[in-house]
């Protein structure tokens, strides 16, 4: 079973930028991007469909966030650029199956990495 890790999260000023960091143990074809405010429910953000590199994006950030692949499959970035405070959450990675951005495809869960942006 893959296993996918976050990294890349921490504090950063509004209108500043980050980039969040998901490595799957093997390869995978699709990671979706989702992220969830304390007393919120999850919101389905990004998703890269690592085969072609297909990448789709929800309305709260396209145009702001984007997402890639590295050189290998098992490799995949969230570039987060001007930041709000409506961004702070907590990111996670997922590997989707089909390749579609709803949750009720979601494999396998990262762990997790927070996301804070202040004022």
């Known amino acids: 079973r893959v296993q996918l890790v976050e990294s890349g999260g921490g504090s950063v000023q509004a209108g500043g930028s980050l980039t969040l960091t998901c490595v799957a143990s093997?390869?995978?074809?699709?990671v979706g991007w989702f992220r969830q405010a304390p007393g919120k429910g999850s919101e389905a953000v990004a998703l890269?469909?690592?085969?072609?590199?297909?990448?789709l994006y929800a309305p709260s950030v396209k145009g702001r966030f984007t997402a890639s692949q590295g050189n290998a499959r098992n490799e995949s970035y969230l570039q987060m650029n001007n930041l709000n405070l409506e961004d702070t959450a907590m990111y996670y990675c997922?590997?989707?199956?089909?390749?579609?951005?709803?949750?009720?495809?979601?494999?396998?869960w990262g762990q997790g990495t927070q996301v804070t942006v202040s004022s």
């Open positions: 093997k390869s995978i074809d699709c």
């Open positions: 890269i469909a690592l085969i072609s590199g297909r990448t």
């Open positions: 997922a590997a989707l199956s089909p390749c579609l951005l709803k949750i009720e495809y979601v494999d396998i």
